[in-house]
């Protein structure tokens, strides 16, 4: 008796705790991150596209971010969905490893014919984070074009040391 006790009141109780859960509000729809675009291309394509101009014209001899930050990148194979993460981090001088920081990162995942492209600036500076999100979508699109402000202009807006300057002096 005890028994058919116990059981009626869980199945009363279970009974009420459903009821609570009938007729709620709707669960909003999911919506993609603010920084988050859709392409046409597949993730490969995007990454190889933004990773080529990236170490070209942030990267390179002239780039603004070579001596300050790394670049690293992860993909999964696409079996595993193919998505590709593309950090940038602080370049950390007194670690034995000198991956730093993370400054700003770009997601690369893939959806049924479209790769969704997500950026989010971590600790760059505002004005070079808006800089680096609008070339990485420009680049991811199929632009490879360097705007002269990549290669002339540096991080903290000084104007750079001229070659002259920074040479010693000719022994005679």
Avoid at 7 to 17: D, E, Q, V, W
Wanted: hydrophobic share 40%; proline share 10%; glycine share 12%.
């Amino acid at each position: 008796m005890a028994r058919a006790r116990t059981i009626t009141l869980l199945s009363l109780g279970a009974a009420a705790a459903m009821a609570g859960c009938a007729g709620g509000p709707a669960l909003p729809a999911l919506q993609p991150p603010p920084q988050s675009t859709a392409l046409d291309v597949g993730t490969l394509e995007a990454y190889t596209r933004i990773a080529r101009a990236a170490m070209s014209c942030w990267f390179g001899p002239q780039g603004r971010l070579g001596g300050r930050y790394l670049f690293h990148a992860e993909a999964e194979p696409p079996s595993r969905g193919g998505g590709v993460e593309i950090v940038i981090h602080e370049r950390a001088v007194d670690q034995p490893k000198p991956w730093g920081y993370k400054a700003f990162r770009i997601t690369l995942t893939g959806g049924s014919g479209y790769t969704a492209i997500g950026m989010e600036n971590l600790r760059m500076p505002a004005p070079l984070a808006a800089e680096m999100q609008a070339q990485a979508l420009a680049w991811a699109r199929g632009s490879s074009i360097c705007t002269s402000e990549d290669v002339a202009r540096p991080i903290g807006g000084h104007s750079p040391i001229p070659v002259t300057d920074a040479l010693p002096a000719p022994r005679n």
